[in-house]
């Protein structure tokens, strides 16, 4: 048995033995992946996480996720294996600027990107994930949105439903906002046959020449389900790896090398393992009043989104 294996073994072992719910999003390396009870996308491990029956959860992702855990948890136990793993995107916009912002605009719907920290979500009507957004924005009673902090979602989204009023602010994730026209000009040269599937992380004029855009479990099931045999993938590379992975008689390319996350990319097994050894990793811990007020949100997504 090799290394990677023994360790697996290990974790699976000593997950049953303390308790623990191991989620990952589909961003990590299939060696985590493996050893998860529950994969997926931001949505469906939020909803996952709420109805674990363990009184421990390990959230292998980024931070924001894990605050997604602890806060429709508060009575578990919820622990980030590698205390470095942060979103760029979540920490881009904090409490103090969107207060300022929301005077500007007191008869909008604040509406957050699930990848915003747990103390900005406390003063926001509702959260949204990629694979949700426009149905949830759809759903909401009010006309006028302040949606918040991702432009390019915020944009995919407003133009799915025009009869709306979208205020946008100008903040995003920096790798996929690296991806530009240049990028698929050369990816479909490249592979004409391939059919271009990308998260709505992408700008415009990415989105726009897209065959599909979606969730990055939302890609991963297009392809799946898809009679096409040859793909280009835009969004963080491991989708393309993993795709490549499970479905052997298909072929997968990247879009663009530049889609590597360093914050999906800083949790390895060991981490893992460690964490649920009780040797590293970071339990996450928020105040009554942070979770009481970041809740409100997330349940609406919840309810909006059943
Ligand atoms: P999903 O909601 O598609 O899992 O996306 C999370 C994310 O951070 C993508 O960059
Ligand atoms: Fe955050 Fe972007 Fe990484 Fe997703 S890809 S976790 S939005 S930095």
Redesign the pocket.
């Known amino acids: 048995m090799n290394t990677i294996a023994k360790i697996q073994d290990e974790i699976i072992r000593l997950k049953k033995e303390k308790d623990i719910c191991i989620l990952a999003h589909s961003y990590q390396a299939r060696e985590i992946l493996e050893v998860a009870d529950f994969t997926g996308d931001s949505y469906k491990l939020s909803v996952d996480a709420s109805k674990a029956p363990n009184q421990n959860i390990v959230m292998s992702g ?1 931070r924001f996720m894990a605050e997604t855990c602890k806060i429709l948890s508060p009575e578990k136990h919820v622990y980030l294996p590698n205390p470095d793993a942060g ?4 920490d881009q916009m904090d409490r103090q600027l969107i207060s300022q912002v929301k005077k500007q605009y007191p008869d909008h719907t604040v509406v957050a990107y699930i ?1 915003t920290t747990a103390e900005l979500k406390t003063i926001c009507d509702v959260c949204v994930t990629s694979s949700s957004a426009v149905d949830i924005c759809k759903k909401i009673e009010n006309d006028k949105i302040l949606f918040i902090p991702d432009c390019n979602l915020g944009d995919f989204v407003l133009k799915q439903i025009p009869e709306k009023e979208f205020k946008l602010l100008s903040g995003g ?4 906002a690296c991806v530009n026209k240049d990028d698929v000009k050369k990816a479909r040269s490249l592979y004409p046959d391939a059919l271009l599937l990308v998260h709505p ?1 992408c700008t415009p004029e990415v989105c726009s020449q897209a065959d599909y855009v979606g969730s990055t479990s939302g890609i991963m099931q297009y392809a799946i389900n898809s009679e096409n045999k040859e793909f280009i993938i835009g969004t ?1 590379i491991s989708i393309q790896e993993h795709l490549q992975y499970m479905c052997p008689d298909k072929t997968f390319h990247y879009l663009t090398n530049k889609l590597i ?1 360093p ?2 990319r800083t949790t390895t097994l060991v981490d893992l393992y460690n964490c649920i050894k009780g040797e590293g990793g970071e339990e996450i811990l928020l105040d009554d009043e942070t979770i009481r007020d970041a809740k409100k949100c997330i349940d609406e997504m919840i309810r909006l989104g059943n």
């Not at 979103?87 to 979540?90: F, K």
Request: hydrophobic share 35%.
């Open positions: 980024v979103c760029s995107m979540a990848n994730c920096p790798i996929h992380e963080e996350c914050n999906m």
